[in-house]
Structures are given as C-alpha cells and as structure tokens.
C-alpha cells in the first residue's frame, strides 16, 4: 500500500518570503503521480501542480515549483514571494496506474499561515 | 462556470439517525467522487462514479453508507445509521473526463457532518 507523509503539521512564513513544505512517499510502484493540493479556510480545494514520475525536469507553476527527488521518494513544495493568500492547507497526494481508477492518496496535510 | 455545488453546508445530527448530502458537478462532467475529511486528516476516497456506474466504492462502508449517481449527473451520499466517527467534512468533485493523473478534479466547498 501507498503511504504519504507530511512531516510539518503547521508552518508560518512571513509575506514576500519563501517557504517549503515536505512531503514523502512509500511505494514500489515504477510510474506514479505526485500532487499538491491547496484547500483554503472556504475548504474549496484546489490543484497547485503535478508531477510525473517519469519526468526528471522538476514541475513549476508560477510561484509554486517541486523539488522531486524519486531515488529519495521526497516531493518538497516550494512557494516563492508568498501572498497572504497562499494561508491554507497543504495536502501531498500521490496516485499510480494500478491504484483502481487512480485513486487519490492524501497525506495529512500542513496548515500554512502567511504573516504580514 | 459554475463549480460543484454542494448542500447542506452543516449539518447536525444524534447517532443512529439518518443523514444524506447532495451534490452537483460541473455540467459535463463524466466522473464524480465522493470524499470523507476527519479533522487533521487528508480525504478519502469513499466512492467513484463514471456517469452513473460506480466505478470504485472499495472504502465505502457499505453497511452503513450508500451512494447513488441520478442520470449520470447529480449524486446523494447517505448516511444510515450514523456513527459519532462519521463526524467529518464530506466533500464531492468532479472531472471532465475519465479518472486519471491529468484530468483535474474540482472540489464542492463540502458538507460538515457533526454526529452527537
């Protein structure tokens, strides 16, 4: 079974500053997916950036890029010149071929608070 | 665009009783999820939808818990008996097509069940 760890239950980090989150995994699966997900205090949540496993190249999505190290199963969240509305939860996920429709496995999430 | 939508926002009830949340997913889209989110936790998959078939409900807990998708468009999670471990935020979303790492899911702002 696939498991996913968020180390850092809360986190702060002052605006215009940079920030990462943690994230690992636990699998033997060779192809797999990696996300971030963003769920603000309304709980609508959405996806920040994915990641495929097959892919070297670290993914980046403005203000938000991966570092993925696969050999180390680590897939950190870095957030560059952070807003106050980067406040929210944080939820790792992971999802591979076999996972029976591409299940979705969520870590337990970090709560990160930008401070003015 | 509209988002899924999702009601009642809160809802209290005793053990024992009965409960049942609706959802309504973006229009046209195939694939629908229902999610439970116990406080400090990530969501769990309950049950998966492709149009009106159900294609994954492995974590359903089927002696209690029951899902129906309408014409393949707007689904009712219920509840029968409730436990107090059932309290938590159950949240549905939705994707365009079917289930896999590239095709987004978009979340409902989720029900918050409360069972004294």
């Known amino acids: 079974a696939q498991t996913v760890t968020q180390s850092q239950p809360e986190m702060s980090v002052q605006e215009a500053e940079t920030v990462t989150l943690s994230c690992t995994y636990d699998?033997?699966?060779?192809?797999?997916?990696l996300f971030w997900y963003k769920q603000p205090p309304s709980r609508q949540m959405i996806l920040v950036i994915r990641?495929?496993?097959?892919?070297?190249q670290n993914a980046t999505e403005n203000r938000f890029s991966v570092n993925f190290q696969k050999a180390a199963k680590s897939f950190s969240l870095k957030i560059s010149d952070s807003q106050l509305g980067d406040t929210a939860m944080y939820f790792c996920?992971?999802?591979?071929?076999?996972?029976?429709?591409?299940?979705?496995?969520f870590g337990k999430g970090t709560k990160l608070s930008v401070i003015p | 665009e509209a988002g899924v939508a999702q009601s009642p926002r809160y809802k209290i009830i005793e053990k024992r009783q009965s409960v049942a949340f609706w959802c309504n997913p973006i229009?046209?889209?195939?694939?629908l999820y229902w999610y439970q989110q116990i406080l400090g936790q990530g969501p769990k998959l309950l049950i998966q939808?492709?149009?009106?078939?159900?294609?994954?409900d492995s974590q359903l807990p089927k002696d209690r818990f029951s899902a129906e998708r309408l014409k393949g468009v707007d689904s009712t999670l219920k509840i029968q008996p409730a436990k107090l471990e059932d309290s938590a935020v159950y949240l549905c979303?939705?994707?365009?097509?079917?289930?896999?790492?590239?095709?987004?899911?978009?979340f409902g702002p989720g029900t918050r069940l409360t069972v004294l």
């Open positions: 699998t033997s699966e060779s192809n797999y997916y």
């Open positions: 979303a939705s994707s365009l097509g079917l289930a896999g790492p590239y095709n987004e899911q978009f």
């Open positions: 990641q495929e496993a097959y892919k070297q």
């Open positions: 229009s046209g889209h195939a694939t």
């Open positions: 939808f492709q149009n009106n078939g159900v294609v994954d």
């Open positions: 996920a992971f999802t591979h071929p076999g996972a029976g429709s591409y299940q979705l496995t």
